[in-house]
């Protein structure tokens, strides 16, 4: 287990008492965006419909004590909530088993905070997320300071600057890329692409994938065919796949340039009604009216087994 101080500044300077109301907004800031921060780092998205992994909850099961408006958290750390996933294996080799979900959730913070550190680290829902602050300060709160080596702390004014950085996110945008797939894991559909002509790994989601359509995937050239979504800087965050199928040739040529977002990201007057259309830098063009159309003229999924 590891501790963690959290010192809560009260409006009212003559009861410096916490009320429930507000220690449980607190706690659940603090337990979703821990969740969310956690589920970034080993999925490409912080949120998704339905109930979290049990090991996304173990990792956020806290304990905690309030001495007047000093909060202290005790945090198991991953391979404690959940020993059969990070003491003996690297099935998550995103996630470091000796931190916990609040040292992911602290980074995040820091990140949106500070425009010179990783904007992967955050995405819409969890900045969404971050913003539930506000209900700590609606039940009296004036600051929230997060006492670690950097110390951190949390305003009112800070909501506006994760509403504004929200705001700024590029709109996701459907795409091609065609690559190569390192890994894959069945657990949560998620794989790594390796581009043709980049030197990195995006981080791709499945729709559905049995463990004998990864095997026959895993290693293989492929295309992919799906939604991208981007950083605040415009890089790609995570690929969304609607479709993944053995890539041809000109495939790895055509597709093999990593998408990019509409500079305007489509919120100007003039864009409205237009469809959503993704141009990658070889100077293909696709309709979102249109993509499935193209997706089913591609060939089969997976070769013949």
Same mark, same amino acid.
């Given at each position: ?132 602050? @506000? ?12 006492? #670690?080596?950097?110390?951190? !702390? *949390? &305003? $009112? ?31 949560? @559909? ?12 995006? #981080?791709?989601?499945?729709? !559905? *994938? &049995? $463990? ?94």
């Amino acid at each position: 287990m590891q501790t963690y101080q959290i010192e809560i500044d009260i409006q009212n300077t003559k009861n410096q008492m916490v009320s429930v109301t507000l220690l449980q907004a607190l706690l659940s800031a603090i337990i979703e965006g821990s969740k969310g921060s956690l589920r970034l780092r080993a999925e490409g998205r912080s949120t998704i419909r339905g109930t979290p992994p049990k090991w996304v909850k173990a990792s956020t099961q806290f304990a905690l004590e309030l001495k007047g408006t000093h909060l202290v958290i005790e945090s198991p750390t991953l391979q404690e909530a959940a020993p059969e996933l990070f003491q003996q294996t690297d099935l998550y080799p995103e996630l470091v088993p000796n931190r916990t979900s609040l040292d992911y959730f602290h980074e995040s913070l820091m990140a949106a905070l500070n425009p010179e550190m990783e904007d992967s680290l955050y995405d819409r829902p969890l900045l969404e997320a971050l913003q539930c602050f @506000r209900y700590v300060f609606n039940q009296g709160a004036d600051k929230i300071h997060f006492l #670690k080596e950097k110390e951190l !702390q *949390i &305003t $009112p004014e800070i909501i506006t600057a994760f509403r504004e950085l929200e705001a700024s996110m590029p709109v996701p945008c459907q795409t091609k890329l065609a690559g190569r797939i390192d890994s894959i894991r069945t657990q949560d @559909r998620t794989f790594r692409l390796l581009p043709l002509k980049h030197n990195m790994g995006i #981080k791709g989601i499945a729709k !559905q *994938i &049995t $463990p004998k359509e990864a095997q026959a995937l895993l290693g293989k050239d492929v295309l992919v065919s799906g939604t991208a979504y981007f950083t605040t800087s415009g890089k790609i965050l995570r690929l969304e796949a609607d479709q993944i199928v053995i890539a041809q040739d000109t495939d790895m040529e055509s597709w093999s340039e990593l998408p990019v977002p509409i500079s305007s990201n489509l919120k100007s007057s003039e864009n409205k009604g237009l469809p959503r259309t993704f141009a990658n830098p070889t100077g293909h063009h696709w309709q979102k009216d249109k993509g499935h159309e193209e997706i089913a003229q591609r060939p089969s999924r997976l070769p013949e087994f």
